[in-house]
């Protein structure tokens, strides 16, 4: 359940992938969409990503979606490192580097992540962060065209990018002997980006951009909930107010120079983590890394992005009611919770496991359950480094059930949480439910890579990366009851409640009587 | 491999301090791929527990994450008349409590495992699947034997899951591309045919559904003799024999005949449905028809094919649609197996999706379609086709690194009537498919003249362009 960590990041490349496409989170959160979303398209049901979705306590990720990418695995039962390790190294530009070996299959992933972020975006240009991520597969000095693309899956690999509020990243997972391909493709754009760059990729990305707004935002239903839950939760002027997929306006505004300053401001060397994992020779590895990254200059040009700290509780509740065309009456809410990176954050991530994550969680057995008053009932963490982390709470109401009922039935779990903490045998589920999830996240090469990258870039730690699951088990009842006490509170939440259109809820009836049900 | 500097960079319009920083770019020939690891899809070994289950097992070192998939013979076409969904509410009421353990405690158990266990019904059958870390794989293997040999099915835990399947619907009428491939199933397949319906029932059927209804299509087809048990992972240290003895070798049950299963036939005279969603920002397409399935020896070829016309960003679709245009986001062409059988009687929905902007609804239509004429006149290339191949083939590694692909591969092949070999098969036979056989392939599986087009959006704004393209009768239907 923990992860909504990536939920707001947006793909430049591959387009719908088969994660993003059926199960989306406007949907029925829960155990549903993994069920539905198999039976429900005509694309690969089976896809792995279609498991990831299910462990996010329907706080779906569209974040990590490329074509290939494999989900879950090689988890290591033993706490701990898992035996796993990883080097680092530092090249004269500035370059961070981290290696780590694993040999069991013929697969190499290599991850590059850019401490740039919709953070750093400026008032009147949110979304250029995503929109630049698109235009680095545009082509760049020895690279023609969509030749990223063509160049790693003509090679049998795969790739994609993502933004998030945070970082942005690249990364392509290879047949192990075609791994100097994807470091000549990402040293190449690294360093010569701004000699492909032109008006006609500019403008088309835009488009696309606009198009991938529409389809994951404005086209579903509840589409706009985290956009609107963001906006409340961080207040007007913090970095994180807005989401990383930007406004239309904002996108429509852009210009080329602004990529082109954007380039030259984040896309650098020593603001940058590359990550390599999988059947590599680590000697070997550096040297091709050093060969194609190390003539590339560093440079100063990045301001450090607007301070995103604020006080630990809101001091009162936020609130907003959406009148839409949705199927159901919605209740969500943002909590401010501990930044990522500390304890309070891994408690905070245990308690919102025991209330809202998976099909044994209070919430579920409350409102799924008991009471019968929810169609899906779960909580979501979005770890954040450089603000207040955000705990989603997303209910779908069940048939003409109204908000105000599932409210109290909320605010009455949490408040028995916070008086009396979790059970021991809570605690177990939890810690083993969130211990599975690492482990599949470390397992799989490019899901390690991703992780390295990530604890090396907001942390300064990749070693982090690889003792994260035992500090989650570190964590005490004590301490998850204490962040329940201290930030599961009414007066430290956004709350968004929607309500459909009465019009619209009625033709929705009409058309089932008509139509039947989706399959 | 000597390193020379390009004077791409030196010579580009980037001015100031780009153009600075690419020309003390050192710039190097694009490398030549090192030697290749060879690597082929796992071979399982197959056998048999005296309770006639079949067992597939196939151990893969490192992979501590074990993945157990249960095929079960419970087709969607068993389902009796007006009960459409009572698969579905079978499937789900799997974990919801046994002999042993009520609802709740069943859900608390399996979480102690740290396991994650799914179930859904399909057109084939029941696929339950199961996630769990070796070290605890005896105890959730024993809940999954509990779930599937004595189901409690308690009617207040059924009447609830009715419930709640009966909520979902709205949701999956509202999404739009749930609700094109609900539409293109009601216009490709006969009435009479089950897959013409919704996988998971509709709200007349659905509240039909009882813990009788239900126990009454278990009890008809679920046994172990007719089951597959698909066991993959790191299974060194672990008896594996001792612990399916003591799960589900404990599950019983009597024999059956085969079911046999209706032929799949569909009408994919050339129209177009216009599923109206007034205010729509976008139109979502699904484009489909039915064709060949893993069995034809054609299969190859038309998986090459539908990859060169939209299986990526730089397939043909989308180096038009999205990389010149911008009209999307992106739009795939694919082909799933539907149910497939050694008797020829199933098929795969070939189909493209995607969803485009409102206003170039007409425009995309029109250059969809040009690209299909273009590939019918022109046929693939050879540097089209190697590209794919290589794709195609090159990433079975990735593809499989984890327990979990595997054994869904491996459960789709039991599922799908084919030998166990048959993904390693493939990717011979897609390295030895030529141009000419996969360019065949997929103008037989796309033809521009039937194809069946459903478009989800708003009417008042794409019905006229749509009709100027003559791609076939447009019809309107509400929601």
Known sequence: MRTIVDRPTDNADLGPSVAGRGASWAGVPQHVPKKSARNGNFADRRCACIQWQDSTAGLVQYAIEGTYMPMGHTATAQA?????????????????????????????????????????????????????????????????????????????????????????????????????????????????????????????????????????????????AFEKLTALMYPEGHPYHHTPIGSMADLDAATLEDARAFFRTYYAPNNAVLSVVGDIDPEQTLAWVEKYFGSIPGHDGKQPPRDGSLPDVIGGELREVVEEEVPARALMAAYRLPSDGTREADAADLALTVLGGGESSRLHNRLVRRDQTAVAAGFGLLRLAGAPSLGWLDVKTSGGVEVPQIEAAVDEELARFAAEGPTDEEMERAQAQLEREWLDRLGTVAGRADELCRYAVLFGDPQLALTAVGRVLEITAEEVQAVAKARLRPDNRAVLVYEPLAAAADADAQEDQQEGADQ | MTDTAATTGQNADATGKAAGVTSEMQFHP??????????????????????????????????????????????????????????????RAFTEGTDKHSAEEFAAELERCGATLDAFADHPGVRVSLEVPVSRLPKALGLLADALRAPAFADGEIERLVRNRLDEIPHEAANPSRRAAKQLSKELFPASLRMSRPRQGTEETVKNIDSAAVRAFYEAHVRPATATAVVVGDLDGTDLDAVLADTLGEWTGNTAEPRPMTPITADDTGRVVIVDRPGAVQTQLLIGRIGADRHDRLWPAQVLGTYCLGGTLTSRLDRVLREEKGYTYGVRAFGQVLRSAADGTGAAMLAISGSVDTESTGPALDDLWKVLRTLAAEGLTDAERDVAVQNLVGVAPLKYETASAVAGTLADQVEQQLPDDFQAQLYAKLAQTGTVEATAAVVNAFPVDRLVTVLVGDASQIAEPVRALNIGEVTVVTG
Request: glycine share 10%; aromatic share 6%; proline share 6%.
């Open chain 1, 80 to 224: 701990g490192s898992g035996g796993l390790t990883a080097t680092e190294h530092r090249l004269a530009n500035g370059l961070r580097v981290i290696l780590s070996e694993d040999h069991l299959t013929p697969v190499a992933a290599v991850c590059l992540w850019y401490d740039v972020g919709s953070r750093h975006e400026v008032k009147g240009r949110t979304g250029l962060a995503h929109l630049f991520e698109h235009l680095m597969f545009q082509g760049s000095a020895q690279v023609h065209g969509n030749g990223h693309f063509e160049l790693v899956q003509g090679a049998g690999g795969s790739l994609n990018g993502t933004t998030s509020f945070e970082r942005t990243n690249y990364f392509e997972t290879m047949p192990a002997h075609q791994l100097e391909l994807a470091l000549w493709l990402e040293a190449d754009r690294m360093g010569s980006l701004l000699t492909a760059l032109d008006d006609e990729s500019m403008e088309n990305q835009r488009d696309v951009v606009k198009n991938e707004r529409r389809q994951r935002y404005d086209n579903v239903p509840y589409g706009t």
């Open chain 2, 30 to 91: 694009q490398p030549q791929a090192g030697p290749a690891t060879p690597w082929a899809f796992p071979a399982p070994e197959r056998g048999a527990l005296p309770n006639g289950l079949t067992v597939l097992r196939c151990h893969r070192p490192g992979q501590q994450l074990v993945a157990v998939e249960i095929f079960l013979a419970a087709p969607l076409e068993a389902e009796p008349q007006n009960l459409d969904g009572v698969a579905t509410i079978m499937s």
